[in-house]
Structures are given as C-alpha cells and as structure tokens.
C-alpha cells in the first residue's frame, strides 16, 4: 500500500475528507475498475469508524463519483452521455443501448391493478374508479441505473403480468399488443427538469433533490383511444433528448 492510500492521523484534515480524496483518486485512475466498495472494507482498510466511512461515500455520492445500491456496496461512476433519438419508438430504449453496447438490463417491480392518481385518470380519460395495470420498470446500462418509469396501463380487468413476463416482453406496449390486439400509434410528450424526489433517488443512486430530467407520456390508439400514462425520470447529466420537428 503506498503512502498516498493511506491516511495520516496526525494531520489537522478530518479522516472522512483523506478517505475521500483517496477513494476519488483510485476511481479517476482505474474507472469502473476500481470496483465495489462496502462499509464493511473501508472500515477495516483504513481501521476507522463505520461513521467516518459512511460520511466519505456519502460526500463521494454528492460529487456524482460513486452510486450505491441497497444491500450490494458502493459502486464508481460509470460517465455515459449518449442521445435519446426523436426516432426511438417508446419501450425501445433497452433495445437501442445493447445496439450502442451498453450491457442494459431492465428490473419491474411493484406489479398490480389499482386506480390510478386523478392526474392520471384524467389522461387516460377513464371512468369512475376504473383500474389500471401499475408497475414500474427501472433500466440499467453496464451496471448502473440510468431510468425509472412508472406505467400506468388502460387493460382488461384479466390483464395482469407477472414480473418476469413484462421484463421478457421489452415492453408492456409489445405485451399488450399481443394478448389483446391493442396497437399504439401515437405519443404525446411534455418534458422539463426537475429534483429528484425520495423515490426516484433511490432507484437512480443519486441524492435527493438532484437534477433529473421527466419525462411525461400519453399513448394512443390509432383511433386516438388514450391506453397509456408514463412518467420517466433520467439521469439529467447523462441522457439527452432529441427532437425533431418540420418548419
């Protein structure tokens, strides 16, 4: 171990700000290679105090070098910056980053029927106290979170997918589609940025209040028959969007 990776005692620095600027130079140096890190070998590599390990990573997190990941460790940042294209059908965005060699991998969760928030009801033009197909569906890209999308779904009262058939499918459309003829045609989006709330932080290891980039979505039948609501909250620093329009 050099003495650059270690820390000094008798310096007037706080230890978590020398475990800090160790920790951030061994990811500048080595990227993703500098592998995951717990709680656990940091206290024992550096024989300091779970507390003083925990306020390193967490200043780690706000400086966007590390994500952490419930139950797994503290992994290094992987930098990704690349284009949603204008031309990229909706649920085609898994499909579009293994084309870019990204590694993507989906996680649904929260699978059921319920009635949805009246905002949604509103979009989706449905009756009183009519269900929807609820879940949400978060993206990784190499590894690390890139989006969360929570989708509510205007279907028959049977359709209800488990887990694993709406991560097989690529998307809830493709399902849909195939298990009751329902065919979107069009989409309708609204876009702005905002602040990370408790739940999109988590599932994207970022802090709360951090910049992220909504996506809001309705989708329609040919007929102009609204089936489909969907929030998608991005990585801000990391995915852009683009648009097209004739003049």
Do not use: C
């Not at 070098?65 to 290094?76: D, I, N, Q």
């Not at 190499?142 to 058939?165: H, K």
Request: charged share 25%; net charge negative.
């Amino acid at each position: 171990m050099t003495e650059a990776s270690q820390i000094d005692r008798r310096s007037g620095v706080p230890l978590y700000l020398q475990i800090k600027q160790i920790l951030a130079t061994e990811i500048e140096a080595e990227g993703a290679g500098a592998g995951a890190m717990t709680e656990q070998t940091l206290t024992e590599r550096f024989h300091v105090s779970r507390a003083t390990v925990r306020q390193a990573l967490h200043e780690l997190v706000q400086d966007g070098l590390v994500y952490r990941e419930r139950s797994k460790g503290t992994f290094p940042v992987q930098r990704m910056d690349f284009e949603r294209p204008a031309t990229l059908q909706v649920g085609g965005l898994v499909g579009y980053l293994a084309d870019l060699g990204m590694n993507p991998s989906s996680e649904v969760s929260d699978v059921h029927r319920a009635v949805p928030p009246r905002e949604v009801a509103d979009g989706l033009g449905l009756e009183a106290e009519e269900t929807v197909l609820i879940f949400t569906r978060r993206i990784f890209a190499n590894g690390q979170p890139l989006s969360l999308a929570r989708v509510y779904l205007r279907s028959p009262s049977d359709f209800l997918p488990t887990p694993t058939e709406l991560e097989s499918a690529g998307s809830a459309i493709e399902l849909l589609e195939r298990a009751h003829g329902v065919r979107v045609a069009r989409s309708e989006h609204r876009v702005w940025a905002s602040a990370a709330s408790a739940q999109e932080a988590s599932a994207l290891a970022i802090a709360e209040g951090d910049p992220v980039l909504v996506l809001e979505t309705v989708m329609r039948t040919r007929e102009g028959r609204p089936v489909i609501w969907r929030r998608l909250a991005d990585h801000a620093d990391t995915i852009k969007h683009t648009f097209i329009s004739d003049i």
